[in-house]
């Protein structure tokens, strides 16, 4: 690409990702009520009255009108605006890491899969499959133009993810009869496996482990709460319930990956916490019963996003930081 024309491409690349952060806040918010993402237009969820184009541009829109509805003043979260920024940000830094090439495109469609992935999980306790299935997909397909070899490491990967993360459920149950993980983790796993190879997965599973324990303990020690309370049951009692039928689960066993890594450093706050790893939500009936989050349980999905971008970004950073034996083989290089 001729050099004067680079910035051009680049701004152009971040108005694209404020945009596709625009259309992943719409994602966000209907996906998990099982509504399309296509039709009808948005609207405002008091006055219903729908957003004029003028209001939907990314990030200026939610300035002009100060994160309130133009009709009726309602405020609109400042997750929209969040979401198109980093989505932007996010599209500059992979641009940063692979300049103009097929792995660029593989990072922006992967950043299009996990940004939602992670919101969605981290509000309501899901990961849902219409999200993850498709992910695994386009993160086989985006390989192939790499050749024959990144194609079945992506294959090797999505089984790996999905099988290692299997193990630590049925050893969790094993060790405390309890569902250990999120039924949706195994998937979020295979679709980081497909996209980033069974080479991430080691590095993927030790980074979200360490860095979400120690997210969760600082927020428990300071909230009391490692991760948000349930989803506020819908305010309208006419609503359809929402099509998931049981949150996944999340418990402070998460940490044993960790702990074949860094038991000293865990040890401690795993036997504290194993004390307070929730009830079976299946009771003697052999009913499923309402789920409802305990203060030590913490959505694991946007941990191990975050750990998926940190390999594919920041990789080689890490490894030229700290450039010894386990380093290597831990991050896969
Ligand atoms: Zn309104």
Redesign the pocket.
């Known amino acids: 690409m001729p050099a004067p024309l680079e910035p051009v491409f680049v701004g152009f690349l971040f108005f694209a990702g404020l945009s596709i952060g625009s259309f992943l806040n719409v994602v966000i918010a209907r996906v998990p009520e099982g509504l399309s993402v296509v039709s009808p237009r948005s609207r405002?969820?008091?006055?219903?009255?729908p957003i004029a184009w003028y209001d939907n541009v990314p990030v200026v829109s939610w300035l002009v009108l100060r994160g309130k509805?133009?009709?009726?003043?309602?405020p609109i979260s400042p997750r929209y605006l969040l979401v198109e920024l980093l989505t932007g940000l996010l599209f500059l830094a992979a641009w940063a890491r692979f300049g103009w090439d097929w792995p660029l495109v593989l990072a922006l469609v992967l950043l299009t899969f996990l940004i939602p992935l992670t919101f969605i999980d981290a509000e309501r306790w899901i990961l849902p499959f219409e999200l993850t299935l498709p992910g695994i997909a386009f993160g086989l397909l985006v390989r192939i133009p790499l050749g024959l070899s990144p194609v079945l490491g992506g294959l090797k990967g999505a089984v790996l993810g999905y099988l290692v993360f299997r193990a630590l459920e049925f050893f969790g149950w094993l060790a405390f009869r309890k569902e250990a993980l999120g039924a949706g983790d195994k998937f979020l796993m295979a679709l980081i496996g497909a996209f980033l190879s069974w080479r991430a997965l080691l590095a993927v599973v030790f980074l979200s482990s360490l860095q979400g324990a120690l997210f969760g303990l600082a927020r428990l020690w300071l909230t009391g709460r490692a991760g948000p309370t349930a989803p506020e049951a819908s305010a309208d009692p006419q609503a359809p319930p929402p099509p998931e039928p049981a949150p996944p689960k999340m418990s402070w066993a998460f940490l044993a990956p960790g702990l074949s890594f860094g038991r000293r450093l865990l040890l401690v706050p795993y036997s504290v916490l194993l004390q307070n790893i929730p009830d079976d939500p299946v009771d003697e009936g052999g009913e499923e019963v309402e789920w409802t989050p305990e203060a030590t349980n913490l959505p694991f999905g946007p941990w191990l996003a975050a750990a998926a971008l940190e390999w594919l970004l920041l990789g080689p950073v890490m490894v030229d930081l700290l450039p010894v034996g386990p380093v290597r083989t831990v991050m896969g290089f």
């Open positions: 405002c969820p008091k006055c219903e009255q509805c133009r009709g009726c003043g309602t």
